[in-house]
Structures are given as structure tokens and as C-alpha cells.
């Protein structure tokens, strides 16, 4: 069984930063795009950032320059530099996996949420 474990949420002041973590931990063969997303109250749920197993990244147009995705393909860890932090990155943090593991192929794997608050 693949759990997908963040931490790192909380609370800060606008201007301030925060760093997400990930850890996928389990019978896993292979961890393949890691990915963060966000939901904010009464909003859809959102792609913020991707990394590939290769390290290749891809962020929302709102976080660029601000959110930096990062990953240890040893440790099956991703993390999620967020700097310049304002109200509208208020949201619950979700972890998410492509895993391979010895009985399935690229599954999709959630984390329970972290809950970042931005007040201003």
C-alpha cells in the first residue's frame, strides 16, 4: 500500500514563506510525476506545480517566479518552496504521485492536504 504524507502548512503573513513537503512511502517500484496542487475555499481544486523523474518542472502562471518545486528520487520526497506568499495562496496543499508499484502501473496517489493560510 502508497501513502503520500505533507507537511509544512500553517500560517503566515503575507510577504512570507513557506515550504511544503511530500513523502511517498510503501511498496513502491517507482515514483514518476510528482505534482502539488491547491484548493481554495468554494474553488476547484488546481494544478500548481509538476516535476517529472527527470526534474523537469511546470507551474501556474500565478505562482511562476514565487513557487519552486523540487524532488529526492531517493527518498521519494517533493517539496514546494513558496515565497512572496499572498492571501490568494490560501488554500489546502495536495500532494500527488504517478506510482509504480509491483502490482500496478502509474497510478495516481493523493495526500490528505496541508492547510497554508496567507493573512494579509
Known amino acids: 500500500q502508497v501513502q503520500l504524507v505533507e507537511s509544512g502548512g500553517g500560517l503566515v503573513q503575507a510577504g512570507g514563506s513557506l515550504r511544503l513537503s511530500c513523502a511517498a512511502s510503501?511498496?513502491?517500484?517507482?515514483?514518476?510525476?510528482m505534482a502539488w496542487y491547491r484548493q481554495a475555499p468554494g474553488k476547484q481544486r488546481e494544478l500548481v506545480a509538476t516535476?517529472?523523474?527527470?526534474?523537469?518542472?511546470n507551474y501556474v502562471d500565478s505562482v511562476k517566479g514565487r513557487f519552486t518545486i523540487s524532488r529526492d528520487n531517493a527518498k521519494n520526497t517533493a517539496n514546494l518552496q513558496m515565497n512572496s506568499l499572498n492571501p490568494e495562496d490560501t488554500a489546502v496543499y495536495y500532494c500527488?504521485?504517478?506510482?509504480?508499484?509491483?502490482?500496478?502501473?502509474?497510478?495516481?496517489?493523493w495526500g490528505k492536504g496541508t492547510l497554508v493560510t496567507v493573512s494579509s
Open positions: 500527488n504521485a504517478e506510482i509504480t508499484t509491483r502490482d500496478f502501473y502509474g497510478m495516481n496517489y
Open positions: 510503501g511498496s513502491i517500484f517507482r515514483v514518476n510525476t
Open positions: 516535476i517529472t523523474s527527470r526534474g523537469t518542472t
